[in-house]
């Protein structure tokens, strides 16, 4: 089995990094894009939808999610 020691100074592709490490990758990123659903509350409440995000619309039949999804791609595509 390796020493603790050894897998601290790993250098490899899948190394162990700590939290702070991946903070300061994350301060130099540009920030990502967000898209507004042109519904008040919702933007409130979710800040924002990202590129690459997966979204579940879920709710009883004849609930809207349809509409929903439809008002959705319609704001993110103006």
Do not use: C, H
């Amino acid at each position: 089995m390796k020493s603790i020691i050894e897998l601290r100074d790993y250098q490899g592709e899948d190394q162990i990094v700590t939290s702070w490490d991946i903070a300061e990758v994350l301060k130099q990123e540009e920030p990502p894009r967000v898209f507004n659903s042109k519904i008040p509350g919702l933007d409130t409440a979710i800040e924002g939808f990202e590129p690459g995000e997966l979204i579940a619309v879920s709710g009883p039949r004849k609930g809207g999610k349809s509409l929903l999804a439809q008002s959705l791609t319609k704001s993110f595509e103006e």
